[in-house]
């Protein structure tokens, strides 16, 4: 069993931070690729930013420049430092994992429950 659990949503002013966490426990072998996603109200689920057991990060275009993703393998933990937020950076931003669960295992996806980013003044 794997879970991800996020932490760090909240409301904030535009222009102002936030950091996001999310902790992935269980029985977890090793973890390839780890970030984030975000779903608006009425728009699909898109990829903010992931990070690779390397620390080789992706970047959604909107974000580059403003957010940054960080890892820390041996607390099996991403965080998102978001800076410069705009009110179009409200969503629900969702946690993904890439990972074994055993050493033989096949990679699976594994998603968190999500934790809500409001900015707004």
């Known amino acids: 069993q794997v879970q991800l659990v996020e932490s760090g949503g909240g409301l904030v002013q535009p222009g102002g931070s936030l950091r996001l966490s999310c902790a992935a426990s269980g029985t977890i072998f090793s973890i390839n690729a780890i970030g984030w996603y975000r779903q608006a109200p009425g728009k699909q689920r898109e990829l903010v930013a992931t990070i690779s057991r390397g620390s080789g990060t992706n970047y959604a275009d909107s974000v580059k420049g403003r957010f940054t993703c960080s890892r820390d393998n041996a607390k099996n933990t991403v965080y998102l430092q978001m800076n410069s937020l705009k009110p179009e950076d409200t969503a629900v931003y969702y946690c993904?994992?890439?990972?074994?669960?055993?050493?033989?295992?096949?990679?699976?996806?594994?998603w968190g429950q999500g934790t809500q980013v409001t900015v707004s003044s």
């Open positions: 993904n994992a890439v990972l074994r669960t055993v050493v033989t295992g096949p990679l699976k996806d594994y």
